[in-house]
């Protein structure tokens, strides 16, 4: 099943809706979307996942730093997975962002037979989001749809959120953003030329490019998985503004540790895993090969019993 668009085309039937960002699809969203697929089964139902694209921050403020953990594409594989047989993604722009909280509900009831929607505690709607929980469930009770609240998930007595996990990526723990996840903080860009140096260092690397709006781990050395069409592969990517060589735009080079071949205009897909070092200066380019040959001792180790 195609993923819906705005009002239009949802499937017929009965159809229980999850309505959320589900930015990064973190434990808490695929906890959220397991709920409504096993109501749904249980009432002989669709579930149906609506989300919104681009993000409602892009829109609201267009100037604040990048901060989207996943893009449209990821967010509907993920939910298909996590048991949604129907997807529905908003288009966010400035008329979406000015209908009323009342008007949202009455076209999604206008678009499908609605029974139960299901969202977590602190979800909002409708222009300056002054929808909230307690106005869903009057509306439910008045027009006849269930609203399920699905208490949020925790991991070490804290709540998995997408506002946790970017905290995490800021600071470089990509393990721990991992954990709450539930699997590897992953973009994904086009190899695009770059200067050439880490061929002239004996470790030709690729380059990708960075999708602008998608939030990005702490500057540094990270032992990754880079997949593409030719395969999936360890690697050690480095990803900042390049000290030294003198510093300049921020970029993401990766070195591929069982692989050599022309992949330029390929699309990858990098994971990162670990964290290896920060970013520093080398006093001479044989220093800087001599510490990139123990970063990529040290991936090989970190990857090493991974698949």
Known sequence: MEAGRDFAGWPKGPIHLAIGVFDGMHLGHRALVARLARGAREEHAIAVAATFDPLPIHVLAPGAPASALSDVSDRV????????????????????AKISAD???????????VR????????????????????????GKRDGFEVDVVTPFEIDGAIVSSTRIRNLLLAGDVEAAARLLGRSFAIR??????????RALGFPTINVALPKERLLP????YAVWAEMGEGRFK?????????????????????????????????VEVAFVKRLRDEIAFASASELATQIARDVEQTQRVLGGES
Do not use: N, Q, W
């Open 189 to 198: 860009g086009r190899v695009v030329h770059g200067a050439k140096r880490g």
């Open 235 to 267: 690697a050690a990517a480095t990803l900042g503004a390049r000290p030294a060589f003198g510093g300049g735009e921020r970029v993401l080079e990766t070195y591929l540790l069982d692989f050599s071949g022309d992949v330029y205009g390929d699309e």
């Open 103 to 113: 008007e949202f509900l009455d076209r999604v009831r206008a678009a499908g037979d």
């Open 116 to 139: 139960r929607i299901v969202v977590g505690p602190d979800f909002h709607f409708g222009r300056r989001a002054e929808g909230d929980v307690e106005m869903l469930r009057a509306r």
């Open 77 to 96: 594989r993920l939910l298909r997975e996590a048991g949604a047989e129907g997807i529905v993604v908003f288009r966010f722009d400035g008329t979406f």
């Open 218 to 221: 702490r500057d540094g050395i």
